[in-house]
């Protein structure tokens, strides 16, 4: 079931938007050699904390998860892909870090995420994080009325194999709204012109997931949440919330 969003709902949820764009762009801005994932997460939460905004990753336990998430950030660091929890681990130089955040704003969610490097960067992870990016990107000018799920998730696959990289099976993107996880989900791979039709006031998070080394398989820690590249390559994350509108794809979270 696909609930389609107001344009009164939709600037709701830009505004919710508009904190976890805030929350990444302050974690990314203290991220540093020696800095801890746990400060990320605080710096994160301050943010939400001063906006008045929920964390709908805080407490969050799907299915999968043995134990609620800690934070109100996921902190990624290297060959983790996604789902790493904030810990003690302090930056090192040339590390590569994917931040996913969300923020719960006036009963609207808000969810993005965004990979970098700290200290100096390695050449090998600048171009997986721009191609992460791109990939992102042609996977929102997919997102318009008239074509389908199937044509936002082969945009993002088309760019990730281009470039030799794999894609985690069974990750991508998905509907959001009132609540962080809506149908449909959006996969980061597949053919085009399938499934779902895109109608405005459709609200996707579009998430591509990109592993240096070229496989798809994954680990799980044993901390039931981090999911790691199996050849210790390393991976990166880019997610935005995005409207269907009849003007085009509108990015909720956007700086
Ligand atoms: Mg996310
Ligand atoms: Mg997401």
């Keep these: 079931m696909v609930e389609l969003k107001t344009d009164r709902s939709i600037d709701a949820m830009r505004e919710a938007g508009r904190v976890v764009a805030r929350a990444l762009a302050a974690a990314r801005e203290a991220a540093d050699v020696g800095v801890s994932l746990l400060e990320l997460d605080g710096v994160a939460r301050e943010v939400l904390r001063a906006a008045g905004a929920g964390s709908p990753f805080l407490g969050y336990r799907p299915r999968f998860a043995p134990t609620p998430f800690p934070a ?16 003690g681990y302090r930056l090192r130089d040339g590390d590569l870090v994917s931040i996913d955040c969300g923020a719960t704003l006036d009963g609207w ?25 791109r990939a992102l990107a042609a996977g929102i000018a997919a997102a318009v009325p008239g074509n389908r799920i199937g044509d936002i998730a082969h945009a993002i696959g088309s760019v990730g ?8 099976d069974g990750f991508g993107g998905h509907g959001i709204g009132r609540t962080m996880h809506e149908d449909p989900g959006v996969p980061n791979e597949g053919p085009p012109g399938r499934g779902m039709k ?10 591509p997931m990109l592993v240096a080394g070229g496989t798809d398989d994954y680990l799980t820690d044993a901390d039931g949440w981090t999911l790691r590249t199996v050849d210790g390559s390393r991976a990166a994350h880019a997610e935005h919330t995005v409207a269907i509108t009849p003007s085009g794809p509108r990015i909720l979270t956007a700086p």
């Design 72 to 87: 109100v950030v996921c902190a990624s660091v290297n060959d983790a892909i996604v789902h790493g929890i904030p810990d």
């Design 109 to 133: 969610a808000g969810d993005a995420a965004v990979s970098f490097t700290v200290g100096r960067p390695r050449p090998a992870d600048l171009a997986l994080i721009a191609t992460a990016e």
């Design 161 to 168: 194999r281009a470039a030799g990289y794999g894609i985690p």
């Design 198 to 207: 895109l109608r405005p006031g459709m609200v996707l998070a579009i998430e």
